[in-house]
């Protein structure tokens, strides 16, 4: 049974919440302020927690900080982060803390569910396709000292681990399995997300956003994730 971590000051949102959650079979944690949150992760019940919905609006410390401080502490944890305004700055700012997905308030319980259940997929282990999925040594590729292991699911540039949060590292799986090929980002957020409607492309920029600041020499120019103006996104290296 999965295990969420919701954080949300409003208890009646928090209480209908936490109600639908466990009907679909989930173990919620809760918790009304980002400092209990972040409390509660670093005790004994964080441990089972695979999965944050965070609202953006707290009491106190903010969404954004919460998320900032769940990324340093937890890169791993999915973090679908709530916003009840639909403001595209709140939008993005949350995106590039290090959010992977968002819902607007008030967010029906099935899209909360779909969403939940689309990145706790995000969070499995990549399905191995291709040559690597006989074993082959594609299993492991080196781009010019960015060192890509599909089957250990780890990446290392120049010899150090790079720790890529499930989204960000599926982004780079997508792409590097076809070197020079551009992929729009419909086709990364179908591919990656899950999203097959009322995708948002700010999810994906923001992704590569993240991961350029963690692969690249110089993220504001990329060797590695391309910019196709118009289109999408290529792999390289130059």
Not at 46 to 69: I, K, N, S, T, W
Request: proline share 6%.
């Amino acid at each position: 049974m999965p295990h969420v971590l919701l954080i949300e000051d409003d208890a009646s949102v928090r209480d209908g919440m936490e109600l639908v959650l466990r009907r679909h079979g989930y173990g919620v944690e809760t918790a009304a302020t980002g400092e209990q949150a972040l409390a509660l992760l670093a005790g004994e019940r964080g441990g089972r927690v695979e999965l944050a919905v965070l609202d953006l609006m707290l009491p106190g410390m903010d969404g954004f900080e919460v998320c900032r401080r769940i990324r340093a502490r937890a890169p791993k944890l999915p973090v679908i982060m709530l916003t009840a305004r639909g403001d595209d700055r709140d939008i993005v700012t949350g995106l590039e803390a290090g959010a992977d997905d968002y819902v607007v308030k008030p967010v029906t319980a099935p899209v909360l569910e779909a969403r939940i259940r689309a990145a706790l997929r995000r969070a499995e282990p990549y399905p191995r396709q291709g040559p690597e999925a006989r074993g082959t040594d594609a299993d492991r590729t080196d781009h010019a000292g960015l060192v890509i292991d599909r089957a250990g699911l780890t990446v290392t540039k120049h010899g150090a681990a790079l720790a890529l949060p499930p989204t960000e590292l599926r982004v780079l799986l997508e792409l590097s399995a076809s070197p020079g090929r551009v992929l729009t980002r419909d086709q990364l957020l179908a591919s990656v997300w899950d999203h097959t409607f009322l995708g948002d492309s700010r999810l994906v920029d923001a992704a590569v956003g993240r991961l350029r600041a963690k692969i690249e020499d110089v993220p504001a120019r990329p060797r590695y994730v391309q910019t196709v103006r118009g289109f999408g996104y290529r792999f390289g290296p130059l």
